[in-house]
């Protein structure tokens, strides 16, 4: 098989994903829906919505937010973490 020849089929397909009928709404970023919050490294509260019960950081896929709000919710918990205002780990 040489660069760039096409790749012979298996004759495996993919399973498609059964439908169940509904559909996941889509999380909106409070950020944006409502420009009176603000990200705040002393607002442990706000904060402590987008950690898991461990004390990490949770994904966006969780979140709901965009990419630079995640980036600086991340940011803020670790400043936070880093000034004692939250736990680096909680639980354990």
């Known amino acids: 098989m040489g660069r760039g020849a096409p790749r012979q ?3 495996y397909f993919r399973a498609q994903p059964l439908d169940l009928g509904f ?3 889509k999380k909106v970023d409070p950020f944006v829906e409502d420009t009176t919050m603000h990200i705040d ?3 442990a509260k706000l904060l402590s919505r987008f950690m898991s019960e461990r004390g990490r950081v949770l994904p966006r896929r ?3 937010l965009n990419a630079a709000n995640q980036r600086q919710i991340s940011r803020a918990i670790k400043r936070a ?3 004692a205002i939250l736990p680096y780990r909680r639980g354990a």
Do not use: A, E, N
């Open 81 to 83: 973490q880093h000034l």
């Open 62 to 64: 969780m979140t709901g």
């Open 23 to 25: 559909r996941r709404r």
């Open 41 to 43: 490294y002393k607002d």
């Open 9 to 11: 089929s298996t004759g």
